[in-house]
């Protein structure tokens, strides 16, 4: 009874409080919590030499990060529809259609740093601490104890979903772009790829839309973002002597390998985030 008191206690105090602290602990307890879910609800590749590739080119980026420390994890989703996403904790999800739409392996390693760049300025968490306050405190609550268990059980799912779903603020897709172009070079990569890619996408918006959709309601671009990122990467006065890599042969392979699999499944559209 008196830990049930606790609990009650505990609840009541949440909606009240004016913010929360989310320790890198939390975080990732938060991200493999909304990760279980994802990987429940959607289609994933598990091919193990598309998931390998894509793993080792992720980890590429993030372990030259400031948050190298993380257990990163990288999965495909089986999705047509070109997108990406990411996860507290270090968890990143690349849709199918973002791998086969690429046209060289530097435009898949642009998207991919965004997405890394994300979780290094932890900014899904940033709006959990600073936007919903007494929420954060709750899905905390819910997750690292049995007490939602009690009480109907699936508020933390709900409150948590949302988080990671949330929309980026203009100034977040700004900073994970810059974090993006730094993740790639400093991977040996030339950051061309990331406005490369968005620049087919915007191109593709005309031609293909219902393929991008999905891309452009969690990443609005334009064309100035796609000269935002050439002036950043223009401001870094590379040197043009220093090779950086833009495209392998295994890159094509892993894509060849991907279109040989059977098509995704016919709900995908209804899945996909």
């Known amino acids: 009874m008196r830990a049930r008191l606790t609990v009650l206690v505990l609840l009541a105090s949440v909606p009240y ?4 602290y989310v320790s890198q602990e939390d975080e990732r307890t938060l991200g493999a919590e909304e990760a279980a879910q994802i990987d429940s609800s959607l289609p994933q590749i598990h091919d193990s030499l598309i998931t ?29 529809q070109v997108n990406a ?53 709750l899905v905390l609550l819910c997750t690292m104890t049995s007490a939602c268990s009690s009480l109907g059980g699936r508020v933390a799912i709900a409150v948590g979903a949302n988080a990671a779903a949330a929309h980026y603020s203009q100034k977040d897709e700004a900073q994970a772009d810059s974090e993006g172009v730094l993740n790639t070079l400093h991977a040996g990569i030339d950051p ?8 087919k996408l915007l191109n593709s918006q005309k031609t293909q839309p219902t393929m991008v959709d999905a891309f452009f309601s969690t990443h609005p671009t334009d064309q100035s973002r796609i000269d935002a990122t050439r002036a950043q990467i223009g401001e870094m006065h590379l040197d043009p002597k220093k090779a950086m890599l833009q495209d ?12 040989a699999l059977p098509p995704p499944p016919k709900d995908e559209q209804q899945n996909n985030p």
Request: hydrophobic residues 40%; aromatic residues 8%.
């Open 248 to 259: 392998s042969p295994e890159f094509h392979a892993i894509q060849a390998r991907l279109r």
């Open 85 to 137: 996403f990411a996860l507290p904790g270090g968890f990143i999800y690349v849709n199918r259609g973002a791998i086969e739409q690429a046209d060289r392996m530097d435009q898949l390693a642009g998207i991919m740093g965004h997405e890394i760049g994300h979780v290094v300025r932890r900014h899904s968490v940033k709006q959990l601490e600073q936007r919903e306050g007494g929420r954060a405190a």
């Open 192 to 199: 061309e790829g990331l406005p490369s890619f968005f620049q």
């Open 17 to 20: 409080a004016a913010g929360c």
């Open 52 to 80: 390998a590739y894509v793993t080792a080119l992720g980890k590429s980026m993030a372990s030259k990060t400031s948050r190298a420390d993380l257990d990163w994890r990288f999965a495909v989703v089986d999705s047509r």
